[in-house]
């Protein structure tokens, strides 16, 4: 359980950055970037001859398929995962492979030697104590360590600092907010109290942490412009997904088939036509994901396709969806999304995927509810829905790769995001599970599943699946 800041705002829960991962690829950049920023804060980068990256848990059992090599190298030379070019990071991964050389904190920072397979440690089978995605950097002048400084990524691109106790660097944000939850039965309070929806809620927070309202919706409307390119995007390419499991991209030829299909001559309707583009646009998203494309955590990589294919299908099939519409939806997903994050885990290796699918379509599914005309009752009812049936739900990503099963399990999520936001909307608000209870259950079950289950690539599919 983390408990971080007063109140977790929308754009915590919905970054944008780089594929494949959140916690293996956004997390680790964003930690060496970090870590590299503070020898050149302290005065250290010009003395240090020599940097090392200790990957642990999970970072280090799935780091090689999930893209954290690759990331802590481009993190050490600066780079963050907003504002990486995704098409020139891999050129220059390899470079820095040919020439075993890094420039310590930018591009025109220090040089010095670094050989990634001697100077970034995968430890497959050791962990920290406090989580599983630990990393340990340390830098040297000679035999002279200049700094150590251990960080963990917790999920959803969020990263925590060791005080060298073994516990996290807890940074608490002091700024009041109007509206402090972070439980269901809270939020629910704050409407009730106080006659207003969750986004209401929601907004009035954003505004406390220092956005004004304009920035806030022009904020979230950037959020969907780059969730739509990335759907665009993976409708668009075709090919071969990279990393040896040999995975045909197959969003682009559902795309072109559904499109023909649209247009052909007036017959017999398909009542569920609008779940096959549905469909369509959460593989495009994990696809393009997978290939470590530019993706939204939403609120993390591996389950980055449901809350845009649920929106997508808003602003396509739902009549008069607009701007405000994006930002209810984004506003109700990310205060859901924020109980999550204070009061259980939104992490595949700490608690399993019911805590990334099974929580993205949890959001989605009361974004939805939300959109549709729901009360905060049945847009809660809605999350504890989305939630409940994926109670249990391991991560066991073949060849640790965000793959198989992780594309097409966004698809189905998708699928009963839509189911669970209409389901709750039928219903009125009164609930046997509550929210709180369901999400209480998640982190009971995830530490009850074996650590095998939990993205180390150790079982489920992830050993009954042979790779190519």
């Not at 983390?2 to 970054?15: E, G, L, N, P």
């Not at 950097?137 to 990524?153: H, K, M, N, P």
């Not at 109007?178 to 629910?188: C, H, I, N, Q, V």
């Not at 929806?197 to 009035?204: F, G, H, L, S, T």
């Amino acid at each position: 359980m983390h408990t971080w800041r007063v109140a977790i705002s929308s754009f915590d829960m919905f970054k944008i950055g780089i594929g494949p991962s959140s916690s293996h690829t956004v997390g680790p950049m964003r930690a060496a970037a970090t870590f590299t920023g503070g020898l050149v804060r302290d005065g250290l980068a010009q003395r240090t001859t020599r940097v090392q990256a200790q990957l642990f848990g999970s970072l280090g059992a799935t780091g090689h398929g999930h893209g954290s090599k690759p990331a802590v190298v481009l993190g050490l030379e600066g780079a963050l995962p907003e504002s990486v070019d995704t098409h020139q990071a891999p050129v220059r991964t390899a470079e820095v492979e040919r020439t075993r050389r890094i420039r310590l904190g930018s591009p025109e920072g220090p040089e010095i030697d670094f050989d990634p397979a001697e100077d970034l440690v995968m430890h497959r089978t050791r962990r920290l104590d406090f989580h599983t995605n630990g990393m340990v950097f340390t830098a040297w002048e000679g035999d002279q360590v200049l700094q150590e400084r251990t960080f963990y990524s917790i999920g959803g691109g969020f990263v925590l600092e060791d005080d060298g106790s073994g516990s996290p660097r807890i940074t608490r944000d002091t700024t009041r907010v109007p509206f402090d939850y972070r439980s269901g039965a809270e939020l629910l309070a704050h409407c009730r109290d106080h006659r207003l929806r969750i986004p209401e809620v929601q907004m009035a927070n954003e505004l406390a942490l220092g956005r004004t309202e304009q920035e806030v919706r022009d904020g979230l409307l950037r959020i969907w412009q780059v969730m739509d390119g990335c759907i665009a995007q993976g409708c668009a390419t075709s090919g071969v997904l990279p990393g040896g499991l040999k995975v045909r991209r197959r969003a682009h030829r559902l795309y072109l088939d559904l499109t023909a299909r649209s247009k052909q001559p007036p017959g017999p309707t398909d009542p569920l036509a609008a779940m096959d583009w549905l469909t369509l646009w959460a593989l495009a998203v994990n696809e393009e994901n997978a290939a470590g494309g530019r993706v939204v955590t939403a609120p993390t990589n591996g389950a980055a396709g449901i809350i845009p294919s649920v929106l997508k299908y808003v602003m396509t099939f739902m009549p008069g969806a607009c701007d405000e519409t994006v930002v209810d939806f984004l506003l109700t997903a990310g205060a859901i999304g924020g109980i999550y994050q204070q009061s259980a885990s939104i992490s595949g290796a700490e608690v399993g995927c019911q805590g990334e699918v099974g929580v993205a379509g949890s959001m989605a599914s009361a974004g939805l509810c939300q959109v549709l005309g729901g009360s905060p009752q049945q847009v809660s009812n809605a999350a504890e829905i989305g939630l409940e049936h994926h109670l249990g739900l391991t991560c066991d990503p073949v060849g640790g790769l965000v793959q198989i099963p992780c594309i097409e399990r966004n698809a189905m999520a998708s699928v009963q995001a839509i189911t669970a936001g209409r389901l709750a909307l039928q219903g009125d608000g009164q609930q046997i599970v509550s929210l709180d209870q369901v999400i209480k259950t998640m982190m009971q079950t995830g530490a009850d599943m074996k650590t095998k289950y939990k993205e180390t690539a150790r079982g489920g599919l992830a050993v009954n699946i042979v790779e190519c």
